[in-house]
């Protein structure tokens, strides 16, 4: 007698939930629910919502594909509801942008337990509070952050130096780094194992003393970053021991160049940040 198929619906709830958890939220927002009563009930354990990866413009997403005129929706509104659904267990955390100063402290309270952090960039840029709002403090346990044109990395990398021990990611683009936050991040950072600083300026002595001082380094992505020449040879040496070295594109600036206004600035289309570096 042939065995009937075991039908999806039947699947043990743990099995159902170690699933759900790697489908991303609009699969478990718009499709996951309502495929049957049991996805459905799986979908309400906190353990789902552990990765919490926003798509970075939300009003372009299928989340919002019902409304004809998008910005009735309410951005703050949607990150409180999948942030509460984590129940505070959220390990992983990617903010969308028009993240609202509300939600970052919201966030702040309410994921207590975050390993990996992205910060949208119209906050971090532009809002000198920001490190305020968020309360680093508040996560012993973070392991990787990523920025994108800070408005003072430095004061980040203090903050996650004194209270964050596990730390060992760091990927910024689009900054500005001079010596005093070369300084925060060699001192600070002593577990640094992944450092990206594409598309950014830095002069060529703060690189080597990055390259002197983070012995740890495993990973470090300096590519298309203006301050040094991608052919130094003493840069070049230096990182001979770190696993993936990438300057590619990398140039010294001109001097008709120092003091040319931020708008200038255009991201390369072949820079690519991969989560898969530090997930």
Known sequence: MQMEAPKWEDLIMDCLVNVFGRV????????????CKSWYEATLDSRCWRSLVF?????????????EDKELFDVGKFIRFVVNRSQKSATVLALPKNCARTELIFV?????????????FDQVAFDRDCIILINIE???DLESLTLENVFDLKIFVSQVGIHCKNFVALS???AKIYYDTTLAITEMLPKLKYLVLSESFLERKNLLMILESCQALVHLDVSYCE???SDDEEILQLASHIKTFKCQG??????????RDDDDWELDPEVDFDWGLIL
């Not at 702040?108 to 910060?119: D, E, N, R, V």
């Open 24 to 35: 991303g939220i609009e699969s478990l927002v718009l499709d996951v629910p309502f495929v």
């Open 250 to 259: 990398s140039r010294r600036i001109r001097d008709d160049e120092l003091f």
């Open 108 to 120: 702040g309270k309410q994921c207590p337990s975050l390993k990996y952090l992205s910060l949208p």
């Open 55 to 67: 798509p970075d413009d939300l009003l372009k997403s299928r989340i919002t594909d019902g409304y």
């Open 172 to 174: 910024v683009l689009r």
């Open 227 to 229: 301050g040094f020449e």
């Open 138 to 140: 508040r996560w012993k």
